[in-house]
């Protein structure tokens, strides 16, 4: 539940905040001292905003009504809402194990850039209440993010898909061009199957199987990931990266046989010198651990194992193909992708860059699939997409976002 902002006692000598309106006589019965100013409590817009507020806002647990065409019952799409509330609005499409929850870790990103970031949940997910596998088509989410963005009373949006999240992005850039803000971005994208000539050996084995031998594995890969959680000692720690370490002195003895000084968790300071990392992330910021931590809790809580199973008979298309082709897509198109990605092959992405009308594809040296979590990854996305919108684009009319009814409530 999402505690009520408490407000201040009328009264010119008391100072008492409160949740409900007081008893008239609550501060007449008895003299209260006025507090000092190191005694009061602080404003409320000033108070720390702390992990639990964050991910119990309620701008971060939306539900709106999706009514599917030539359809009575209505469907329930959760979704949240992070960034700049006049920003830029911008659909995110997660990949795999991505609901809601992870949007706030973007929060702090899309407020600098001027970004309003939106985040559905797919089936299965959080909010999102799951279904039959066999109703999951990937160009119905045109019509999901279109009524959606109604709802939002938001006439333009741009799209951000990350991973199986390209997928429902390039639908949707099929199916209404006319909606979206150019170019799109798509971060380590998936590629049908039928491309990338992965996974082809899922192709002989029916959808029922397939879909019973994920559950089972994803299962025992969130329980795993519990008892992970629990173990954990101290608060989360990241790597220093390479230019911020300060270099080892050398050994004036020259003492080849002289041992590492180890430290209270008993590592060596030498093998702590090896543990660092390239690249700045979207943890470094301070507060984004703490997020992260409760961010982790809380969805392995709730587990997603319907969601994740329903994403991956999705991408292996064992249900039904995606019912559309990459090479439809017409309008710009920008893929960011690591070099080092082993799920998404350089073939495929050269591919794309090759076969679509206009597609531009950007290499990050040294990263793998989790390319979202770089934070030059992010800003350089949010960055193009509000880039474009104040130029002129061919595709994108003058290059300016509409809104209906703006602005919402403030977050």
Known sequence: LVRPQPFRCSHDSCDRHFYRHPPSSHCN???????????????????????????????????????????????????????????????????????????????????????????????????????????????????IISQLADSLKIAKFGLLGHSLGAVYAMGMASKIPSRILTPVYLVSPWISTKVSQIFRWTRFFPACLTSVVLRGAFKAAVLQEKVKQMQKRGPMVLPPLEDEEDEEKPNENNNLDAKPSNDEDGVSKSQKKRRTRRFRTILDPPGQLELCYEMEKRVLKDGHVSGVVNDAMVALEKCHPFGFSYKDVTLPVKVLWGDRDDLIPHAAVVWMQEEMLDCDLRVYEGSGHALLMRAGVVEDAFRGLVKAQKTPHRDSGLGMYMTLGYPPDEI
């Open 29 to 143: 019965s008895l003299v209260l001292p006025i507090p000092s100013m190191q005694q009061r409590s602080p404003p409320v817009d000033n108070l720390t905003i702390t992990p639990l507020s964050a991910f119990d806002s309620p701008h971060a647990n939306q539900v709106f009504l999706y009514n599917p065409a030539g359809k009575k019952k209505s469907r329930k799409v959760g979704y949240a809402e992070v960034g700049d509330p006049n920003g830029v609005p911008v659909v995110c499409l997660a990949g795999w194990f991505g609901p809601r929850q992870v949007a706030v870790l973007f929060d702090l990103f899309a407020r600098k850039a001027g970004v309003r970031l939106i985040w559905p949940e797919r089936p299965g997910y959080g909010l999102s209440p799951n279904q039959r596998m066999r109703k999951n088509s990937v160009l119905e989410w045109a019509e």
